[in-house]
């Protein structure tokens, strides 16, 4: 699985909490609050000022590395 930019942040961790680290090293600390469960990725980086792009990467990186 790829995630994408469009992808809700509540998606990708229940694909694998160990992404919560990642989430937590963008500047993403409160992935438990409402927003965080239907928030796309892209959105959410938008509000805490962090680049989607890069963010993204780093949780395929990570995916990649499990297969």
Known sequence: MTINKRMSIGEVLRMDGDTAAIFMSFG?????????????????????GTNADALVEKLNEFFASKN
């Open 28 to 48: 993403m600390h409160c992935l438990g609050c409402p927003h965080a469960t239907g928030e796309a990725i892209e959105d959410a980086c938008a509000a805490h």
